[in-house]
């Protein structure tokens, strides 16, 4: 969507939240970490990323061409990998131990049975195993796909929206990875887990993916599945016969996290209600713009069509 006021010079809610989730992090570093000198790289970190965002804010315009749209538009998504890979570090931020006892504990009285042992005792075949696999590394190429494809068929107002109400979802997660520190199933039930995940082609994906980029802790909530669920929602309000062929790659990821032992329920229902709550909040007090320029631009597209 092409939108004449995106300035080089101004911030949108997504560039407030990059650089105010990067000095959020500074300060709770500097109050809470101890011994300080083990957090340097934290805090060089997330001040760099506040400086790189700031820069990028005021210095690289839309309206320019579509590299530029490409670099205001895209750069939070290349930083989520690296503030993702940074929590890792901040696990025994707040707590020594991870929490998983306790929220196992949980699970096992509202399920009177922790659904991941269950799973691995009586459920795991190669059909099931390669299905919620597939399901679970679809995430992967979501938010890129979703981006590349709003910007360059310039909706950019939908995707600052859709930018915040990821950003969101995925600074509000990482805040509770170290507020309620854990590790996740694959590590607390790796002595109990009697059968592998096996499947013929999916499952080796993910372990790749997991054995290779994934952080030990950062379980809950499941920031997975939170954003998938947003751009889920994305898809259904501006995107809707897209939408239709998602929901399902959806549910199978929300099952995937289980069933591949990454998360426990909670975490995923958390995850879903974070994603929902940031959606929400972002339509709801940070959106007037975007939808007004969203439908002007839809507007100005069917005439082009009736003309034509």
Request: neutral net charge; glycine residues 6%.
């Amino acid at each position: 969507m092409t939108d004449n006021n995106s300035n080089s010079n101004r911030f949108y809610l997504y560039d407030w939240l990059v650089v105010g989730y990067s000095l959020l992090m500074d300060l709770l570093i500097l109050l809470l970490g101890r011994p300080l000198r083990v957090y340097y790289d934290e805090l060089v970190f997330y001040s760099t990323m506040a400086v790189i965002a700031a820069l990028i804010a005021r210095h690289v315009d839309i309206n320019r061409g579509n590299w530029h749209a490409l670099v205001r538009l895209g750069y939070p998504a290349l930083m989520f990998t690296l503030f993702y890979t940074m929590t890792g570090g901040l696990m025994y931020l707040v707590f020594d131990r991870f929490l998983d006892p306790q929220l196992t504990a949980f699970e096992h009285v509202l399920f009177g049975v922790n659904p991941t042992i269950y799973i691995d005792r009586y459920l795991l075949s190669p059909f099931w195993n390669e299905l919620f696999s597939l399901g679970y590394w679809l995430y992967y190429p979501m938010i890129p796909v979703f981006l590349l494809t709003a910007i360059l068929r310039k909706h950019y107002a939908v995707t600052r929206s859709f930018l915040a109400a990821v950003c969101l979802t995925f600074f509000l997660s990482y805040l509770l990875f170290f507020l309620y520190p854990v590790e996740g199933p694959r590590w607390f039930f790796a002595d109990q887990y009697v059968h592998l995940i096996e499947s013929p082609f999916s499952r080796q994906i993910v372990e790749f993916v997991i054995e290779n980029g994934a952080v030990r802790g950062g379980c809950m909530p499941s920031s997975h599945f939170g954003v998938a669920l947003v751009i889920l929602m994305y898809c259904f309000r501006y995107y809707r016969k897209v939408a239709w062929w998602l929901l399902p790659i959806v549910v199978g990821l929300a099952v995937g996290t289980v069933w591949g032992r990454f998360h426990y329920v909670s975490d995923v229902i958390v995850g879903g209600l974070i994603g929902l709550a940031s959606t929400a909040l972002v339509w709801k007090y940070a959106d007037f713009e975007q939808e007004e320029l969203y439908k002007s631009s839809m507007s100005r597209e069917l005439e082009g069509k009736h003309v034509s």
